[in-house]
């Protein structure tokens, strides 16, 4: 009998989110109290649903930052860190033929852009400090580069992402789309994969993420970026991936159900425009965590996203401060489905 991974999609039940903590040698330093109360209110929203794992380089401070909460559904590990983005330097779930196994994939700092040699290591650190269930099995997968915001799995076969991203250069260049695509297939347990070829957003550093721009919501929907201005920069662009999405079909053939999310103002810090994004959501047990801008188009992005989430309450956190290091709320996060820690 062929043996079968799979990828659970982000709605499946969850054990646990991770958080890794800023601090003062990370590229947080110049705004650190800005940037800690969003990681706060983050945190503070997950315990309500779930545990929380928080990596960090003091228990204690953080412990000062967080207040009163309920320390019983909160996970400390301590380790040294370069950054914050759980999303990309976390574990990959996933189950082979039933069986708990977390992906180590290598995290070079997005195509190494920037120091990972201490972010690379977190996911072996966290099992040498015995912080998953007993018959949860690392696996290391170098020397493949891969990160969680560039893969978005539906649970039942179908990878979406993106060709900029997978095929950039300094990730796994020496891979052609096709040979890409195979191992995708093998390691994750994919049928298919649907490729978009267009969409970016300004300043984001990622070389296009998933998470940035389209999400899977449930088997039949997506959420995706809509720019409607063309006065816009990312109007073509935009356009064009709007295009892809609506050709892609399901596995049974039929079109998905697509629910467009605004494109969020424009905000600038340093002369620099930076990648907000609605489509940077979490989805957690019984909610979803939405990044808000202090903008009118935050309520618009809500109503949207209770639509894909009927049955899910929609929480907006303020996460101006996260983008000033071209990330949102997604990015800061990585959740470990129900069994993966106790």
Known sequence: MENKIILPAEWYPQSAVQLTWPHEGTDWAPILEEVIPCFVSIAKEVIKHEKLLIVCLDEQV??????????????????????TWARDHGGISVFDNGEPVVYDFVFNGWGMKFPANLDNLITRNLFAQSTFADNVLPVNMQPFVLEGGSIESDGQGTLLTTVECLSSVNRNEYLQKEELESYLKEILGFDRILWL????LAGDD??????TLARFCSEDTIAYVQCTDPEDEHFEE????EQELQSFTQADGKPYHLISLPMADKVEWEGERLPATYANFLIINGAVLLPFYNSPKDELAKNALQRAFPDREIIGINCLPLIKQHGSLHCVTMQYPEGFIE
């Open 238 to 241: 935009l356009q064009a991936m």
């Open 62 to 83: 953080v412990r000062n930052q967080l207040g009163l909460v309920d320390y019983s559904r909160i996970i400390f590990r301590e380790m040294e860190t370069n950054d």
């Open 206 to 211: 990622t070389d296009s993420h998933i998470d």
């Open 197 to 200: 070829e267009n969409g970016y």
